[in-house]
């Protein structure tokens, strides 16, 4: 199984005689084998992530204003904002994938660091591969992604706010 899997299957793949039953007897394993604050593992990035959507509707807003509001700036501006945002969390993102996949676990009992120690994370990621190919890889790919459901929402989000205007008003 790749280190992306639940801990439910890494469980399972690992030890196949022992399996878990239920929910609570999951939880207590895990926090038994791999401490409680492993059940939060990645939930400091995520809380940092939410800034993304705040980024891109403050960015997409702010470039509304100074651009006027028809459909191909509409376009333009969703893409702009994205990639403001995904620049800026980017890096976070990689943070709680490696979380998540359980890479900090090794490092914190060989180096009696805390769980949660991200900015450490990030430096490590630097001095070991650099801010581009570190920090920002696969960014491409999330930036295309991103991108296009950026525009497609902001195009809709346009279009729903203009129909309910017209319906609405009085």
Not at 29 to 42: A, P, Q, V
Not at 93 to 117: D, K, W, Y
């Amino acid at each position: 199984r790749s280190d992306n899997g639940t801990k439910l299957e890494k469980h399972s793949a690992t030890n196949p005689q022992k399996k878990y039953h239920g929910i609570s007897q999951t939880l207590f394993t895990i926090s038994k084998e791999e401490g409680m604050l492993s059940l939060w593992n990645g939930t400091s990035a995520s809380i940092i992530l939410s800034f993304n959507p705040a980024i891109q509707f403050g960015v997409y807003e702010m470039l509304k204003r100074q651009s006027g509001s028809d459909g191909g700036n509409t376009l333009v501006n969703a893409v702009i904002a994205k990639f403001v945002a995904t620049l800026v969390t980017y890096p976070m993102q990689v943070i709680q994938t490696q979380h998540r996949a359980g890479h900090h676990v090794a490092r914190r009992s060989e180096n009696n660091l805390p769980l949660f120690h991200w900015i450490h994370d990030i430096w490590r990621i630097i001095r070991n591969d650099g801010i581009i190919s570190g920090l920002y890889c696969g960014f491409e790919t999330k930036l295309v992604q991103g991108c296009l459901n950026s525009a497609v929402m902001f195009v809709v989000y346009e279009h729903l706010i203009l129909f309910l205007s017209r319906w609405l008003a009085p």
